[in-house]
């Protein structure tokens, strides 16, 4: 099992709006089960971290296979997927990797 491990930095513009995107994923579960099944994800975790600096989306993700995981997400139709693709990037910074010990 590999894991992916990250924080982003929230935009300064978008607080509010990660919000509104969690929600919406939130509102459409069964769509997204649906994906993470599909795209063999075992454990997707994200949480919003407040620093002096500013807000962080930190992300954990368990897959067999992680690459394969960005490959199906990549070319998916499935609404919440499209959403996500192209709603986090307006709102967050560069992943920065995280070290697991």
Known sequence: MQT???KYKVKDSSPESIREWADFLITHQAEVLESLHDE???????ALDEQADGLYLVY???????NKVFKALEISKRA??????ETLPTLLGN??????L
């Open 95 to 100: 992943p920065q990797k995280l070290d697991i």
């Open 80 to 85: 919440v997927d499209v959403f996500h693709k």
């Open 60 to 66: 954990v993700m368990k897959a067999a296979d992680i």
């Open 4 to 6: 992916f491990f990250v």
């Open 40 to 46: 063999g994800i075992a454990l997707e975790l994200a």
